[in-house]
């Protein structure tokens, strides 16, 4: 598991592109939307969805947690 820093909040498109997770936004929007994206080992949906710290994001047996760079 990484962890990845990031200006809180966040929402989750920002973060897969931040952490190099998806290539640009609609890649980001595809991942999510086909359901291979899991916000805290939940199938998450919503492109989105703002992320604080602690949440847990994983995309193809890839996780990362989300630290505040702040």
């Known amino acids: 598991?990484?962890?990845?820093e990031a200006r809180l909040?966040?929402?989750l498109?920002?973060?897969?592109?931040?952490?190099d997770l998806a290539d640009s936004g609609t890649h980001a929007r595809e991942l999510?939307?086909?359901g291979e994206?899991?916000?805290?080992s939940e199938r998450c949906?919503?492109?989105?969805?703002q992320l604080s710290e602690g949440?847990?994001?994983s995309v193809h047996g890839?996780?990362?947690t989300v630290i505040s760079a702040d």
Do not use: C, H, S, W
Request: hydrophobic content about 40%; aromatic content about 0%.
């Open 1 to 4: 598991m990484n962890d990845v």
């Open 9 to 11: 909040p966040i929402r």
């Open 13 to 19: 498109g920002q973060l897969l592109k931040l952490a």
């Open 32 to 34: 999510v939307e086909a």
């Open 37 to 40: 994206v899991e916000v805290n």
């Open 45 to 49: 949906t919503q492109r989105g969805r």
């Open 55 to 57: 949440d847990t994001v």
């Open 62 to 64: 890839t996780t990362i």
